[in-house]
């Protein structure tokens, strides 16, 4: 057999330089050559021959690519994007690739500008190219390259003419490199990372290495800057100026991700100044806990992928930017940069505005876990030369941020000596960071324990250091480096682990996942997922997990997310007074102003600043709160407590709230259990009446044979006002094959619980009720409920009771619990008391907050890729539903959920997309007595028990009015 072509040799390449320091400017020239390129696609990988590489090739027939940018988003007629998030989508035989290899050649022409130095030398830099690239210059070949999300660089200044130079690319989608990057996100062929062209004045340093550990003890931190040539370091602010190797310790103030202290400084070397932003800070293991500067450190993180709606993993500054900026306006304070190394750009703004960060290897070959493992290449000695480039690359690359904090191998790629190889490695090149991986469960080549989506339980047992395995393993911090799977509807159960890692000093947060959806523009669905692509293999909707919606358009989950992390709680502190904890891990509370409200049934009376002192990181005080204005007697009353900025930042104004606190004064009154005693005056029943098939109760008119209300006052009613149990399922609800739980979404849809029949059994009606027994029960399944109504009213208000007693060995859990009518699409706006602003279910509350609230029906439901159960507004007391002539109010005599939306359950379960759902001519209403927990069993553990709703007997009620009753 013939040698295997280089795309498919599993060596890292040839002809690059070795990896070094990045660094985003410096005085010495530089010319982007990123832009539209001529670009040729080609079906495999030897369709063409290499005569396009040749300085005098003619590519005017060629069409062009954006560089950065993927082929496979310009169009059909350049094949399409594919999701997988598991499974590798070409035949697994390492390190052979499919002969169908999609090849794009790129040529770029360019002159050097006329200031260009004449001296010295030049390198080409390739920050990003999927999955490998050959590279010509002027018709002379450099070099060629595996590791996508990794940069290399070529010496080329010998080859460069001052006008009409060529570059060549030839790049094909498949490599030997693809078997070490099955990263779950979409395969996304191109030159997708800058392209630059850095002139080398003589003398000037290849590489450096900025050391700044700090003493917490002493306050001191010490500065050296290994440089491969000499060179002067200087430091301004501090008053340095030093050689280059030569250590100096001086007063400092640490660098966090809290207080991101940067000092600006100088290298300069040869003919080239290279400005320098040092960090101090000292990453440590003590007793078991992480540590910075000698404080425990709690991560509040997000992982997070590379995505653009438009443009893939090709990312400009200032979308790195946004999401940095949103990052911290949403009090997450850590970033697992998942799955690969990060442009290099986007981790200098994770040290200005100060982020901690796990900055992860170009590493993953998951697709080999449904095959027992076997060829996986970490445990292959002839796959270790790629992998220690790889892990070369990324230390190399970004070492001089004091931001990271730790190195990871990679992700989901099993065991082997290839990662023990990279261990050593990296442990010998930097020992002053920790290392991560969370696929060793020996901890052997670790220094943190790491694992991904463990159960409640399971986080409490290792919280305690009552979980078995190897001695190490206990003496190590914990981090999920995973959990809390943000896809869809959720997650759920957020509020549940951070009480456990407040609680239990070994318990160092975790990094959610993840933190973007990444659905791409589509020319129907709006948002395309797996499969809207043609894809031959794909993964669905899984692709779309995250906090954000593609557009950055922040979810309900990130709005809980940063309500459960946030790093000041505000609580009650017995008679008068509120207790204000600083949770901060280094910050103390003087960068912030807090105000109070108090609020007497949602309305706010009253509001002022409240004088809290400095309180250290860590360090709890009491606040008087001051004395409550007047209000009605027996109004619901609560004091809301907020934080905010005092100052404008980097990335927020000054008042940008960080945290929040609701102190209830007293209690609502309690609901009446008639319609007669809710009236300020007793007003006396009103009695059925029974003429023409119909019955008038009140303002209702309801089906003599059916008992189905059917208008109520001037409104139709559809659908009867009768109950429901069925949801659209959430992705979470769906839960993931691979989950040894039951889910709840296929025991649902098997049982029948969307195919619900209602059976008329009795109607009776005496002097002051309307009664309708009836059996509610899936075909085929000896489970029902017994479901009795009972309305009554008076002069202009309806109530319902309603009695629901279940039947039959009940062994799941119902989705809902409540009534569902239908009311004209006119009533368009909304009113409500109880909490918001937004969605939130049992176990995704934390953000919700009581007051009046009030917004655009089309504007309470929330746009999930795929489309499920969304937009319930929790522990409502009233709501109304307007338009500019007619309207309802619904009250509980209990705290109620409702959602209102233009389309039915049904049609909601049914719709694949957001353009699938078409308003109708009815606005249905659900008003839930309860609803089931969120969890987050598409990927983690389910709904914990306290969420679940079980069936069993209940009762409760609503009275109908008008609206402003």
Same mark, same amino acid.
């Given at each position: 057999?013939?040698?295997?072509?280089?795309?498919?040799?599993?060596?890292?390449?040839?002809?690059?330089?070795?990896?070094?320091?990045?660094?985003?400017?410096?005085?010495?020239?530089?010319?982007?050559?990123?832009?539209?390129? &001529?670009?040729?696609?080609?079906?495999?990988?030897?369709?063409?021959?290499?005569?396009?590489?040749?300085?005098?090739?003619?590519?005017?027939?060629?069409?062009?690519?954006?560089?950065?940018?993927?082929?496979?988003?310009?169009?059909?007629?350049?094949?399409?994007?594919?999701?997988? #998030?598991?499974?590798?989508?070409?035949? /697994?035989?390492?390190?052979?690739?499919?002969?169908?290899?999609?090849?794009?050649?790129?040529?770029?022409?360019?002159?050097?500008?006329?200031?260009?130095?004449? %001296?010295?030398?030049?390198?080409?830099?390739?920050?990003?190219?999927?999955?490998?690239?050959?590279?010509?210059?002027?018709?002379?070949?450099?070099?060629?390259? @595996?590791?996508?999300?990794?940069?290399?660089?070529?010496?080329?200044?010998?080859?460069?003419?001052?006008?009409?130079?060529?570059?060549?690319?030839?790049?094909?989608?498949?490599?030997?490199?693809? *078997?070490?990057?099955?990263?779950?996100?979409?395969?996304?062929?191109?030159?997708?990372?800058?392209?630059?062209?850095?002139?080398?004045?003589?003398?000037?340093?290849?590489?450096?290495?900025?050391?700044?550990?700090?003493?917490?003890?002493?306050?001191?931190?010490?500065?050296?800057?290994? =440089?491969?040539?000499?060179?002067?370091?200087?430091?301004?602010?501090?008053?340095?100026?030093?050689?280059?190797?030569?250590?100096?310790?001086?007063?400092?103030?640490?660098?966090?991700?809290?207080?991101?202290?940067?000092?600006?400084?100088?290298?300069?070397?040869?003919?080239?100044?290279?400005?320098?932003?040092?960090?101090?800070?000292? /990453?440590?293991?003590?007793?078991?806990?992480?540590?910075?500067?000698?404080?425990?450190?709690?991560?509040?993180?997000?992982?997070?992928?590379?995505?653009?709606?438009?443009?893939?993993? !090709?990312?400009?500054?200032?979308?790195?930017?946004?999401?940095?900026?949103?990052? @911290?306006?949403?009090?997450? #304070?850590?970033?697992?940069?998942?799955?690969?190394?990060?442009?290099?750009?986007?981790?200098?703004?994770?040290?200005?505005?100060?982020?901690?960060?796990?900055?992860?290897?170009?590493?993953?070959?998951?697709?080999?876990?449904?095959?027992?493992?076997?060829?996986?290449?970490?445990?292959?000695?002839?796959?270790?030369?790629?992998?220690?480039?790889?892990?070369?690359?990324?230390?190399?690359?970004?070492?001089?941020?004091?931001?990271?904090?730790?190195?990871?191998?990679?992700?989901?790629?099993?065991?082997?000596?290839?990662?023990?190889?990279?261990?050593?490695?990296?442990?010998?090149?930097?020992?002053?960071?920790?290392?991560?991986?969370?696929?060793?469960?020996? =901890?052997?080549?670790?220094?943190?324990?790491?694992?991904?989506?463990?159960?409640?339980?399971?986080?409490?047992?290792?919280?305690?250091?009552?979980?078995?395995?190897?001695?190490?393993?206990? +003496?190590?911090?914990?981090?999920?480096?995973? *959990?809390?799977?943000?896809?869809?509807?959720?997650?759920?159960?957020?509020?549940?682990?951070?009480?456990?890692? +407040?609680?239990?000093?070994?318990?160092?947060?975790?990094?959610?996942?993840?933190?973007?959806?990444?659905?791409?523009?589509?020319?129907?669905?709006?948002?395309?997922?797996?499969?809207?692509?043609?894809?031959?293999?794909?993964?669905?909707?899984?692709? =779309?997990?995250?906090?954000?919606?593609?557009?950055?358009?922040?979810?309900?989950?990130?709005?809980?997310?940063?309500?459960?992390?946030?790093? /000041?709680?505000?609580?009650?502190?017995?008679?008068?007074?509120?207790?204000?904890?600083?949770?901060?891990?280094?910050?103390?509370?003087?960068?912030?102003?807090?105000?109070?409200?108090?609020?007497?049934?949602?309305?706010?009376?009253?509001? %002022?600043?409240?004088?809290?002192?400095?309180?250290?990181?860590?360090?709890?005080?009491?606040?008087?709160?001051?004395?409550?204005?007047?209000?009605?007697?027996?109004?619901?009353?609560?004091?809301?407590?907020?934080?905010?900025?005092?100052?404008?930042?980097?990335?927020?104004?000054?008042?940008?709230?960080?945290?929040?606190?609701?102190?209830?004064?007293?209690?609502?009154?309690?609901?009446?259990?008639?319609?007669?005693?809710?009236?300020?005056?007793?007003?006396?029943?009103?009695?059925?009446?029974?003429?023409? %098939?119909?019955?008038?109760?009140?303002?209702?008119?309801?089906?003599?044979?059916?008992?189905?209300?059917?208008?109520?006052?001037?409104?139709?009613?559809?659908?009867?006002?009768?109950?429901?149990?069925?949801?659209?399922?959430?992705?979470?609800?769906?839960?993931?094959?691979?989950?040894?739980?039951?889910?709840?979404?296929?025991?649902?849809?098997?049982?029948?619980?969307?195919?619900?029949?209602?059976?008329?059994?009795?109607?009776?009606?005496?002097?002051?009720?309307?009664?309708?027994?009836?059996?509610?029960?899936?075909?085929?399944?000896?489970?029902?409920?017994?479901?009795?109504?009972?309305?009554?009213?008076?002069?202009?208000?309806?109530?319902?009771?309603?009695?629901?007693?279940?039947?039959?060995?009940?062994?799941?859990?119902?989705?809902?619990?409540?009534?569902?009518?239908?009311?004209?699409?006119?009533?368009?706006?909304?009113?409500?008391?109880?909490?918001?602003?937004?969605?939130? *279910?049992?176990?995704?509350?934390? &953000?919700?907050?009581?007051?009046?609230?009030?917004? &655009?029906?089309?504007?309470?439901?929330?746009?999930?890729?795929?489309?499920?159960? #969304?937009?319930?507004?929790?522990?409502?007391?009233?709501?109304?539903?307007?338009?500019?002539?007619?309207?309802?109010?619904?009250?509980?005599?209990?705290?109620?959920?409702?959602?209102?939306?233009?389309?039915?359950?049904?049609?909601?379960? !049914?719709?694949?997309?957001?353009?699938?759902?078409?308003?109708?001519?009815?606005?249905?209403?659900?008003?839930?007595?309860?609803?089931?927990?969120?969890?987050?069993?598409?990927?983690?553990?389910?709904?914990?028990?306290?969420?679940?709703?079980? !069936?069993?007997?209940?009762?409760?009620?609503?009275?109908?009015?008008?609206?402003?009753?």
């Amino acid at each position: 057999m013939s040698a295997l072509p280089w795309y498919e040799d599993v060596s890292p390449g040839r002809g690059t330089l070795p990896p070094r320091a990045w660094y985003a400017r410096s005085d010495a020239s530089a010319l982007s050559l990123n832009g539209d390129w &001529a670009f040729r696609l080609s079906p495999t990988a030897d369709t063409e021959d290499e005569s396009f590489a040749a300085p005098d090739f003619d590519a005017s027939g060629w069409g062009t690519v954006a560089v950065p940018g993927h082929w496979v988003l310009r169009g059909k007629e350049y094949g399409g994007p594919a999701y997988t #998030n598991v499974r590798y989508p070409f035949p /697994v035989d390492p390190p052979r690739v499919p002969t169908e290899n999609p090849t794009g050649d790129h040529l770029r022409r360019f002159d050097l500008p006329a200031d260009w130095p004449a %001296g010295g030398g030049a390198v080409l830099r390739l920050d990003g190219v999927e999955s490998c690239a050959r590279v010509w210059l002027n018709g002379t070949e450099l070099g060629e390259f @595996k590791g996508s999300r990794l940069a290399h660089e070529f010496t080329v200044g010998h080859l460069l003419g001052a006008r009409d130079n060529v570059l060549a690319l030839r790049v094909h989608q498949w490599s030997s490199g693809s *078997y070490l990057e099955d990263q779950d996100q979409w395969w996304l062929p191109g030159v997708f990372r800058d392209v630059t062209l850095l002139h080398r004045p003589a003398g000037s340093p290849g590489d450096f290495f900025t050391h700044a550990p700090y003493d917490h003890v002493t306050g001191h931190g010490t500065l050296r800057v290994e =440089c491969d040539v000499p060179g002067r370091v200087t430091v301004p602010e501090l008053g340095l100026d030093l050689a280059t190797g030569e250590s100096v310790t001086v007063p400092v103030e640490p660098w966090s991700a809290e207080v991101p202290r940067l000092y600006e400084g100088e290298l300069t070397a040869g003919g080239e100044r290279v400005p320098l932003r040092i960090g101090f800070r000292t /990453v440590a293991v003590e007793n078991g806990v992480m540590t910075v500067n000698g404080r425990r450190v709690l991560f509040r993180g997000v992982n997070r992928h590379e995505f653009h709606p438009q443009h893939g993993r !090709a990312l400009d500054l200032a979308t790195m930017r946004q999401d940095v900026v949103l990052m @911290k306006r949403h009090n997450i #304070n850590a970033v697992r940069t998942s799955h690969y190394p990060p442009h290099p750009a986007f981790l200098d703004l994770c040290d200005t505005y100060g982020l901690w960060v796990i900055d992860e290897g170009d590493l993953e070959t998951h697709g080999f876990e449904d095959l027992a493992w076997q060829g996986n290449p970490v445990d292959d000695p002839r796959w270790t030369p790629a992998l220690l480039d790889r892990a070369a690359r990324l230390v190399e690359r970004d070492k001089n941020h004091p931001s990271v904090v730790m190195w990871s191998l990679g992700n989901e790629c099993g065991t082997g000596a290839g990662l023990t190889a990279m261990a050593r490695w990296i442990r010998d090149r930097d020992p002053s960071r920790l290392l991560h991986y969370e696929g060793d469960r020996s =901890c052997a080549d670790t220094d943190v324990y790491s694992r991904m989506y463990p159960p409640h339980a399971e986080v409490d047992e290792i919280g305690r250091r009552a979980d078995e395995g190897p001695e190490r393993r206990r +003496e190590l911090p914990f981090v999920l480096c995973e *959990y809390a799977h943000a896809m869809g509807n959720g997650p759920g159960g957020l509020a549940d682990y951070q009480r456990l890692f +407040e609680t239990y000093e070994r318990c160092q947060g975790g990094f959610v996942w993840e933190w973007i959806d990444h659905g791409l523009v589509h020319p129907v669905h709006g948002y395309g997922y797996g499969g809207d692509f043609g894809e031959e293999l794909h993964d669905g909707n899984f692709v =779309c997990d995250g906090l954000l919606f593609p557009d950055r358009t922040p979810s309900p989950g990130l709005l809980e997310y940063k309500k459960v992390v946030e790093p /000041v709680r505000i609580a009650d502190g017995g008679p008068g007074t509120i207790l204000v904890t600083n949770g901060h891990d280094v910050a103390d509370l003087a960068r912030l102003a807090f105000t109070w409200s108090f609020l007497a049934d949602g309305e706010t009376l009253a509001t %002022g600043p409240l004088d809290v002192p400095a309180v250290a990181a860590g360090a709890s005080t009491r606040v008087a709160l001051p004395v409550p204005p007047s209000h009605p007697a027996g109004a619901e009353t609560v004091w809301t407590v907020r934080a905010v900025l005092a100052e404008d930042t980097a990335w927020a104004s000054a008042g940008h709230e960080v945290a929040w606190g609701q102190i209830p004064v007293s209690g609502p009154a309690t609901a009446p259990r008639s319609v007669t005693a809710a009236a300020a005056h007793p007003v006396r029943p009103m009695r059925p009446v029974h003429e023409a %098939g119909r019955i008038t109760l009140g303002p209702g008119v309801f089906d003599a044979r059916s008992g189905a209300l059917l208008s109520l006052g001037s409104l139709p009613v559809a659908g009867g006002a009768r109950l429901d149990v069925w949801r659209a399922p959430t992705d979470n609800d769906e839960g993931a094959p691979w989950q040894p739980e039951e889910r709840h979404g296929p025991l649902w849809r098997g049982l029948g619980l969307h195919r619900m029949r209602h059976r008329i059994d009795e109607i009776t009606w005496s002097d002051d009720e309307l009664t309708v027994r009836t059996r509610v029960a899936p075909a085929a399944s000896d489970l029902g409920i017994r479901t009795t109504y009972r309305w009554s009213a008076d002069g202009s208000s309806l109530r319902l009771g309603v009695e629901v007693v279940p039947e039959g060995d009940w062994r799941v859990p119902l989705p809902r619990l409540g009534v569902r009518l239908g009311l004209p699409a006119a009533l368009d706006r909304a009113v409500w008391y109880g909490a918001g602003p937004g969605e939130a *279910y049992p176990d995704t509350r934390a &953000a919700a907050r009581l007051g009046r609230w009030e917004a &655009a029906v089309d504007t309470l439901g929330t746009p999930y890729l795929r489309p499920q159960e #969304n937009g319930a507004r929790i522990d409502t007391r009233w709501v109304e539903l307007t338009s500019r002539t007619d309207g309802v109010r619904v009250r509980g005599d209990r705290a109620f959920s409702f959602t209102a939306r233009r389309w039915t359950t049904e049609q909601l379960d !049914a719709a694949a997309h957001a353009t699938d759902l078409v308003p109708g001519d009815t606005l249905w209403l659900h008003l839930d007595h309860a609803q089931h927990g969120i969890g987050s069993q598409s990927c983690g553990p389910g709904v914990l028990p306290a969420y679940r709703l079980d !069936a069993a007997p209940a009762s409760f009620s609503f009275t109908f009015g008008p609206a402003g009753g």
